[in-house]
Structures are given as C-alpha cells and as structure tokens.
C-alpha cells in the first residue's frame, strides 16, 4: 500500500545539523508544489465518473486516457515553461487519480475519505478476534511452507487467500454501495489490506524458493 | 485561402516548419543516432555510410580527441587513454562498477561518480559520453542540414536516478536540448508497434552491451503503455565477454596480465562469443605483449557451459516484472528482442522457453531503439498533427525513499509508478526544540538504507521549536516524465515557511559543470559568450512562438489588463532579443513566462472541462 495518507508520521532520524561532505546538492528555486496527493481531491469527479464503489473500467480508462492525451508533458515539450508546469501537475493528478481508481482497495479507501470516514489504516489496528485467529494460521501455514520450501502448500495458501479476499470484496461492495454503512467498510478494508500484504509475502516465499531451483 | 488554423496546446500555429529532431541511442557498445524524414524513421550514416558510431574516445595528450572506431582501432595500442563501455561508468563510484580491476584506467574516485585520469587530463564519464553525443549531433546538423530543436536521448529503462541524471548532463554538455530521456525499451516498442500495428500486452526483452532490461507494455489504438520494468543495469554482452576472457586465461595458464593484453584477449573473447552465433566452435589466437602465442577452441557447449548463470539472470527480473504487472506468461502476445546480445542462441533458447513462444526477432536488434527515439522525438517536437500522434505512458523503474530511524528505508514513491508521479509523507521530529531535520533520499528495493543507493542529503532549517513529535514536515517527492525526481520538505502545522527543493546533483557539483562546459568550448573552439547568447535567443524565439499560438487559441480567456501584461513583455523580450547580452534575454524570457502562469493554467481546466463535456462534473478545482 502506497502512503498517501497524510496521518501517518514516521520518526525521522535527527542528525545535528553538519556542514555536508558527501554529496553534493543544488538547491533551486522555493517552489510551491502542486500538491497532488492531498485526500481533499475528487477522483472520480476529475474523470466524470459517479462517487461510488462500483465503477465502470472501461469508463475510467477511455477517460483516463482522454484526459492525459490533452495534459501529459510529451504535448509540451516546445511549450513555454509555464504551460510544462501546469501539464506536470495535471498529468501527476490524473495518474494518481487513476492508480486510485483503478484498485479496488485504494479506490475503497479514497471513496471513504471522501465521506469524511477515517480508515485507521495507521492507527487503528483492531481487527475482530476470529481474523487475528485467522491471520495467525496463515502466518503459520506461510512459516512451514516455507521451511519445507513447498510450493504446493504455498500454491494451495494462495488460493485460499484469493477466495476470501474476493467474498471480502463484496461485503465492502455492499457496505459501500448498497445498504451503507461506512464503518463496517471500513473495517473489512482493514482485513483486506492485511490480506494485500500477506499475498504479497507470499509470492515473495515462492519466488525465493523457485529463484534457488 | 487563408482560414484561421486554431493550434492544438503546445504546438505553434505558425506556418507548419518540419522542426529538426533526433533520436539517440547513446549505448554500451555502439551509439545511434535517428532522425524522422519524409515520414519514416531512418539512421543517420557518417561519411562512410556507417550507422553504428562505437562508443569509444580515445584522448591524446595533443588535446585531439578521436570517437568511434578510428578510438576503437586503438584500444589496445592505446588503452589506458582509449575509452570504452564508458556507459558502465555513468553516475557510479569505484565501487559501484563489477571487474573494474580488469578495466586499463587510472581510475579516480570521486564522490558521487568516478573519473578517469588520462593523458589529456582527468575526465568524468559525463564528459566521455558527450564527446560521443556530439559527433552524433554533427552528423545529424551535417546530414539534416540545420540546427536541431532537440533531441530525445535513450537510457536503459532500468537506470536509477543517478545514471539518468548524467546522462542527461552529457547531453546538455554536447550542445543538445534533451527532448526527453526515453527508456530503450520503450523505444523499441514504439518502433515495433507502429511497424507492425499489433495491439496487447508484449514484452521487450533488451539484452545490448553492458545492460539488460525487460518491459512489458500494453500496446493500444495511440497509447502505449507501460505496466512494469525490471532488469540489472550491470549486465550486458561485456558480461559475456569476461566470462570468455577468465576460460582464455585459465586455458592459457595465463595471469597478470597488462593492459594492452587484457584489452586484447578481451577484443578476442568478443570476436569468438560473436562468431558461436553462426558457428559450432571458434577459435582463438594472440600474440600476447611478451611475443607468446596463445592458441585456444571455444564450443558452442563450453560457452553455454560457462555463461549459464548469466542467462539466468535475465530470467529473475523477467518474472519480477510480469509479477509487478499482475500478468501471467500466458498474457504476452509477443516478445521482442532488441540489442546485440540477444543474438546469442542461448539467450534466444532461453526466452522462448520461458515465454513458451518464439521471439520476434523481426527487427534490426542494433537499430531499433534509435528509431523508435527518433518517433518520439518526432512527436516531442511537435511535427505529428494531433490524432496522429500517441500518447506514451511510462513508469519509475526503481522505488524512491527516505532514511527513517534504524536506518530502514521509508518507501515514497514505489516502483512502476506511471511517470509523471508525486508522493507526499509526513514526518515529524524527535527531540523537543529540534530546529532542523535532515534528509537521506534513497532509491531501491531494499529494506535497509545501507542496501539502497544513496541519491542526496538535504536539510530543512528554520523548524519552529516545539516539542518531540508536533512538528509536521511533510516531503514532497516529484518525479518528472524524465523519470527524475525533486524533493521539497515544508513544516506544515505552524504555516511557518520552510522549504527548500532539491535536484540531486549526484557528485557533479555546478563548478565541475563550469569546468567542463568551459574545456568543452575549448576543445570545440566555440565562443562561449556566442553560444550562450544564441541558445538564449532560440529559448526566447520559441517561447514567444509558443506565447502566440495560445493567444490565438484562446485569448478570451484574459483579461484586458491581463493581455496587456502580456503583449508588453513579449514587447520587451523582443527588444532583448536585439542586444548582445544573453543575460538580459534570459532575464525578459523569466518574466514572459512569470506573467503567463495563470493564462497557462486557465488554458488547461479548459482543455480537461472540454474532454469532460457532456460528463457529470461536480468539481474540478485543486
Ligand atoms: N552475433 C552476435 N553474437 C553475440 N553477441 C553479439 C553479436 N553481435 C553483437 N553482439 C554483442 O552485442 C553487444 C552490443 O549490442 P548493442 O549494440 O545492442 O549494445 P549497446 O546498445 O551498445 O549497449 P546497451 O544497450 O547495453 O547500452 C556487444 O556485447 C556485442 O558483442
Ligand atoms: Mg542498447
């Protein structure tokens, strides 16, 4: 998951300001950026597209599209620089609007933080027992997998994840579209972003196992 | 009949002028240069008619400069001021580059990028590569008659920030107006799927000299788009070439060798492992500098034999990238092959059996990508009518970060994300009253930042005092269609003003810039002050140009105090453009463009309201 949200604050190492030696740097120009990442912005109003879970790909693509085809810098490239700047910042806001868009668990997210729900996807770790349950089976199913480095019972995990992150995905369908209850989305999108990682670790343990056939 | 033409945005109005553009394949091996004419895309040949340049300079202590292969004919006479595969040496340290024992130069390491000490003095690998760059930029104002408006320059999709950035400084040191770094790949696909006016998803697979990268692309109806790269920016036919070189030495019970063997035992390696392509066996004879004879048969088998590791190295990030673009082998229509070393049976063997289909090795694998950036220059330049042209989408090959505490790597920008692309993320501080934060941007995928590689340091000062934990900095990462990145930090939460924004330099410091801007017009004989006048001048006509056809596109947009502004500084660039001093020019052109910045956004929320027409659209503001 990308951190786009701007509630997670990361610790930064403090180092005592020193003369710098290493590197070397140009600083230009204060800049004001563009800002395209602020969760304020309506994604699917920059494509004409409803605010709604359910969405039209075909739509958001052929927009998408249309969109970059009258802003993307490849169009400006004998422009004046404040044309470059202005098509920069608009082909980065419709990029980012459709990343967004386009997967189902941003697209849930974003759709959330426009009703002014918060996710807690930082904070907020409660997760219902039986899921914790859950994730520690699979944690340990992931565990033996991979010390007898076996690539059918990492197939067979697999599997198992992608049939009920499917069944997941449509009780956020139904929470966000249908009889609304935003916490209740909010919540399955918290188990599915689990889900996202977990599948992630565990195409990871099956290349490194198929890396050293 | 004269009927009033409304220009697309971005492109002049004026009279259509076919403007004179290039495409650059500045490689390991061989550099290319490409130029759209009458429609097709062709390579531009030297006197000779030879179209691959190869890529080595050798420098003499007269000052004279010799590149391509007069400089490759004296690679072993001369090795240690001959250079090649300088590509290798692009935005790397001494330690950064593999074998580099093996290399003859008296390397310098210096932050950020080695040099290289030669006769004529010490030279960056920026320097090296730009002396390539302007032969091709001779022979391309020789043969097209005139000066370019610019060039768009290839680089392998997989080259990280650092490699980009010099590269583009090369450039920039030839006299060339970079259009746009183009990933080689991506070039190839161009001129692939125009050829061949395919559609769905294929895969390039570049394998050339000292590189290797793989893409993968949805090719549609105008778009092509790319869904992930991957490759190792440190693999290459040179690769090959060593593997062959070390079976030499160790059939010969040769070691120790001096640079002028090294460089000719390798030449030979090169010529055996290029003649397996056609043959079962090669063999291989030298006279080594002590007059000893070396006699050795290389076999198809025991060339196989000893690179098998290499070919399977191109396989990990083959995989990685379909991952990444959530696609299964079953999902490529096609492969294709580009670069020399794809060649290679092995490595012919080895993709169709990983892909299950033959790959299309239906275009010059040596060409390919020079005529593909020679399309997009096409296009960049503004010479395709719109409808004609396509619209290319790209993406980040690496992932771009921030050192948190522990030295672990806080991803910002992930990789494979669609170019142009910002990320922002908020940090805080760590004791109370802490005044100043400083920064370490990374690239990689790697957790810890010492696995990274390490892109700048900065510093945001002026930090407001408060207690551990309540500040908000927040570091803004944009990444261009170039695919380089600027970084901005500003604390937030007091609206207190304290910003700084850096483009990393990556050991190229502005005097090291002056210095070889000024021995390159030494070298070139040019006057300075001329040149510097004239590109200000060519800056300034094109800006008014440009200044032009958007006033006649859509001049109802401003105000009538708003158009005067505006007619008065392009008055008063026009005036500057008369005197001497290329100061002034560049001085009226800032300001042309300053006081067009709210027309130029005011232009673009019309042209998107227009692609939305028709659509429901509740809000469009930022
Ligand atoms: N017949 C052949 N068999 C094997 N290798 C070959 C053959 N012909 C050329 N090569 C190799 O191809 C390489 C050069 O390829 P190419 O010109 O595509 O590379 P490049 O574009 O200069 O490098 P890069 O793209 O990595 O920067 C050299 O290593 C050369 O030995
Ligand atoms: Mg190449």
């Known amino acids: 998951m990308s951190k786009t949200n701007a509630a997670a604050e990361k610790v930064l190492t403090f180092k005592p300001t020193a003369a710098l030696t290493r590197c070397v740097w140009r600083v230009a120009a204060m800049s004001t950026p563009f800002d395209a990442t602020s969760a304020a912005l309506d994604h699917f109003a920059l494509f004409g597209l409803p605010q709604r879970y359910a969405i039209d790909q075909r739509a958001l693509e052929q927009s998408y599209r249309d969109v970059q085809t009258k802003v993307h810098p490849d169009r400006f490239a004998q422009a004046s620089a404040a044309e470059q700047r202005v098509s920069l910042q608009w082909a980065t806001r419709a990029n980012e609007a459709y990343q967004t868009l386009r997967d189902p668990l941003q697209r849930a997210r974003h759709l959330l933080e426009l009703r002014g729900v918060d996710c807690g996807l930082e904070t907020n770790t409660a997760m219902p027992a039986d899921f914790l349950m859950q994730q520690m089976q699979w944690r340990e199913a992931l565990e033996e997998a991979c010390d007898d480095r076996d690539l059918a019972a990492l197939e067979q995990l697999a599997q198992e994840l992608a049939q009920q992150t499917s069944a997941r995905l449509q009780h956020l369908a139904q929470h966000l579209d249908g009889v609304r209850d935003d916490l209740a989305a909010a919540g399955e999108l918290r188990c599915l972003i689990f889900m996202q990682k977990f599948s992630l670790a565990i195409d990871d343990a099956r290349e490194g196992i198929e890396g050293h056939a | ?622």
């Open chain 2, 1 to 622: 009949m004269a009927l009033l033409q409304i220009a697309e945005p971005g492109m002049s109005s004026a009279p259509h002028q076919h403007r004179l553009a290039v495409g650059i394949d500045l490689g390991t091996t061989n550099s290319l240069v490409a130029s759209v004419r009458s429609g097709t895309a062709v390579c531009l040949t030297d006197a000779q008619g030879r179209a691959l340049l190869p890529s080595v300079v050798r420098y003499h202590s007269s000052g004279a400069v010799d590149v391509g292969d007069l400089a490759q004919q004296s690679q072993a006479e001369d090795s240690r001021n001959t250079i090649v595969s300088v590509k290798r040496f692009m935005g790397r340290g001494v330690s950064d580059v593999a074998h580099i024992e093996n290399a003859p130069y008296d390397f310098v390491d210096a932050p950020g990028m080695l040099q290289i000490r030669t006769c004529a003095g010490v030279r960056s690998p920026v320097e090296v590569s730009a002396e390539i760059l302007r032969v091709l930029r001779a022979r391309a104002e020789a043969s097209l008659g005139g000066p370019l408006v610019g060039a768009v320059v290839t680089v392998p999709a997989y080259f990280d920030e650092a490699q980009r950035q010099a590269t583009k400084e090369a450039a920039r040191l030839a006299g060339l107006e970079v259009l746009r770094l183009l990933n080689e790949p991506t070039a190839a696909a161009i001129a692939y799927g125009l050829d061949h006016a395919v559609e769905g998803v294929y895969a390039v697979f570049d394998l050339g000299g000292g590189t290797f990268d793989i893409s993968i692309l949805r090719l549609t109806q105008g778009v092509f788009e790319v869904l992930a790269t991957n490759g190792d920016a440190a693999l290459g036919g040179d690769d090959f070439d060593h593997r062959v070189f070390c079976w030499l030495l160790e059939q010969c019970g040769l070691h120790q060798l001096g640079p002028r063997d090294t460089r000719l035992l390798l030449t030979k390696a090169r010529e055996a492992k290029e003649a397996l392509t056609l043959h079962a066996s090669a063999r291989v004879t030298a006279q080594l500098d002590n007059g000893e004879v070396i006699e050795a048969t290389l076999t198809s088998e025991i060339f196989t034999d000893i690179t098998r590791t290499l070919v399977q190295k191109t396989l990990a990030p083959t995989r990685k990238a379909l991952r990444d673009a959530a696609l299964q082998v079953s999902d490529v229509k096609g492969v294709v092959m580009v670069g020399g070393s794809t060649r290679m049976p092995q490595i012919q063997q080895a993709v169709g059996a990983f892909f299950g289909c033959e790959p299309l090795n239906n275009l010059d694998p040596d060409k390919v990508v020079a005529l593909g950036a020679a399309m997009q220059a096409d296009v960049l330049a503004g010479n395709k009518a719109a409808g004609d042209d396509w619209l290319l989408l790209d993406v980040i090959p690496l992932s771009l970060g921030i050192e948190t505490m522990g030295e672990l790597v806080e991803r910002i920008v992930p990789r494979n994300s669609t170019l142009p692309v910002a990320r922002a993320q908020e940090f805080t501080t760590f004791k109370d009253g802490q005044t100043a934060m400083r920064f370490h941007v990374v690239q990689g995928e790697r957790e810890r930042v010492g696995d990274c590689r390490s892109l700048a340091h900065f510093e945001l000062r002026g930090i407001p005092p408060m207690v551990a934990g309540a500040a908000r900095i927040r570091v803004m990462f944009q990444v261009d269609a170039d695919g380089l990145l600027s970084v901005t930090a500003r604390e937030i939460s007091t609206g207190v003003e304290a910003a700084v924004s850096v483009k990393p330099a990556f050991g190229l410091a502005d005097e090291d810039i002056s210095r070889m801007l000024r021995d390159s017009f030494e070298h070139a004989k040019e006057d300075m002050h001329l040149r510097a006048l004239n590109e200000a001048r060519v800056d300034a006509q094109r800006l008014i140009e440009a200044v032009h056809s958007a006033l006649e596109a859509d001049h109802e947009l401003l105000e009538s105090e708003e158009r005067a502004a505006i007619d008065c500084r392009i008055e008063e660039l026009q005036s500057a453009m008369k005197s001497e001093d290329h100061r002034a020019v560049k001085t009226a052109t800032d300001a042309l463009n300053r006081v067009t910045d709210t027309f130029a956004a005011r232009r673009m929320d019309r042209q998107v309201a227009q692609v939305l027409k028709g659509r429901r659209v509740n809000e469009l503001d930022f």
